[in-house]
């Protein structure tokens, strides 16, 4: 299987993660309204699936900037954001500039953060690298 629609399943947990991840072979996944989902299960996606180019994480309101903390300085940490090129987070609402800025030093191609209330102020900044996404318009 390379692609995984998940979206809605209310009883997904974080342990639920694990099982996702041990036969990460994974192009796309799809975890929107997986509101069973906090920090912790998505560090284990984070850290463990290496293949994913497409994560959808639309809703998932329990998410925090501590879901990314395996990123640390890099992405090195994190073979997922190695290889991931599409990134939404539109509607995590506990998210702020502070996971952009981490996310920042990813090689995303598109990252939405429609409707993330606390997400602002990084995306003015100069040192942010302009995303290639109508949601991110490019610095002036």
């Keep these: 299987v390379h692609r995984l629609i998940l979206a809605g399943c209310t009883l997904l947990s974080d342990a639920s993660m694990h099982t996702v991840c041990a036969n990460c072979d994974l192009y796309e996944l799809d975890l929107s309204g997986c509101h069973g989902l ?5 560090q284990t996606l984070v850290k463990e699936c290496e293949h994913l180019t497409t994560l959808i994480l639309h809703d998932l309101t329990a998410l925090t900037d501590d879901a990314f903390a395996p990123l640390s300085g890099d992405c090195k940490g994190a073979p997922l954001l190695a290889s991931l090129s599409t990134l939404n987070l539109s509607r995590c609402q506990a998210l702020t500039d502070g996971a952009i800025s981490l996310l920042a030093q990813c090689p995303l191609k598109d990252l939405n953060v429609s409707l993330c209330k606390q997400v602002g102020l990084v995306l003015r900044s100069p040192s942010l690298p302009a995303f290639p996404h109508p949601a ?5």
């Excluded at 906090?38 to 998505?42: E, H, K, P, R, V």
């Excluded at 991110?136 to 002036?140: G, I, K, R």
């Design 38 to 42: 906090s920090d912790a299960g998505l």
């Design 136 to 140: 991110f318009p490019y610095p002036t």
